[in-house]
């Protein structure tokens, strides 16, 4: 796996879409998988395999992918919304995330 | 409901071993056969992947960490556990554990809430 590269922040006022985006060569041939970490908090999954969502995570929050580019979508962002976004992928064993989006809702 | 729980010391001093365990509750880890794996996440960056373990034993590593870790498995425990020798202040962070949730290990859906480990003498 090689390096995932995320933009470090984004910014969106309530209601409106985020877009984060991660990119690496890799992701054209494999998964990706996103992360949402609040302050103070563990991660947890909200998507795998490009666009599956765990249960539990509104349908407001969509993934897909195309190339060397994944994407995490947030749709009518909420204050609740605000955390670090990270990516991740995988191939033969070998785990990589990348740098993280901090998105804030203004 | 899974639930998992890392633990060890808060402090290590320079060039000693940090070790920590993780204990599962509310599965076995032997009847379950997932691969458990451990990150870690500096004070205000990133997540960082040190390792990944399966059920049974067989292990990957970070490039970057492989020469300095090691993951293992007590069935008999219910415990994951971390060993990364040879410490430095760079290795100041909150470590967490987590299980991957498919069958081929390729990510993370369950995690503990992390332990703080600072190296410092």
């Known amino acids: 796996s090689s390096e995932l590269t995320q933009p470090p922040s984004v910014s969106v006022s309530p209601g409106q879409t985020a877009t984060i985006t991660c990119s690496a060569d890799?992701?054209?041939?494999?998964?990706s998988y996103w992360y949402q970490q609040k302050a103070g908090q563990a991660p947890i999954l909200v998507m795998f395999?490009?666009?599956e969502r765990p249960s539990g995570i509104p349908d407001r929050i969509s993934g897909s992918s195309s190339g060397t580019t994944a994407t995490l979508t947030i749709r009518g962002v909420q204050a609740e919304d605000e955390a670090d976004y990270y990516c991740?992928?995988?191939?033969?064993?070998?785990?990589?995330f990348g740098g993280g989006t901090k998105l804030t809702v203004l | 409901q899974l639930q998992l729980h890392e633990s060890g010391p808060g402090l290590v001093k320079p060039s000693e071993t940090l070790s920590l365990t993780c204990t599962v509750s509310?599965?076995?880890?032997?009847?379950?056969?997932?691969?458990w794996g451990w990150i870690r996440q500096p004070p205000g960056k990133g997540l960082e992947w040190i390792g990944t373990?399966?059920?049974?034993?067989?292990?990957y590593y970070s490039q970057s960490l492989k020469s300095r870790v090691t993951l293992s498995v007590e069935q008999a425990k219910n415990e994951i556990s971390l060993k990364l020798n040879s410490v430095t202040a760079a290795d100041t962070a909150v470590y967490f554990c987590?299980?991957?949730?498919?069958?081929?290990?390729?990510?993370?859906?369950?995690w503990g809430q992390g332990t703080l480990v600072a190296v410092s003498s």
């Open positions: 991740q992928s995988s191939g033969n064993g070998i785990v990589v």
């Open positions: 395999k490009d666009n």
């Open positions: 373990i399966f059920y049974s034993g067989g292990t």
């Open positions: 987590a299980r991957l949730g498919d069958p081929n290990g390729n990510y993370f859906d369950s």
């Open positions: 890799v992701l054209a041939k494999q998964y």
């Open positions: 509310g599965d076995s880890i032997s009847r379950s056969k997932y691969y």
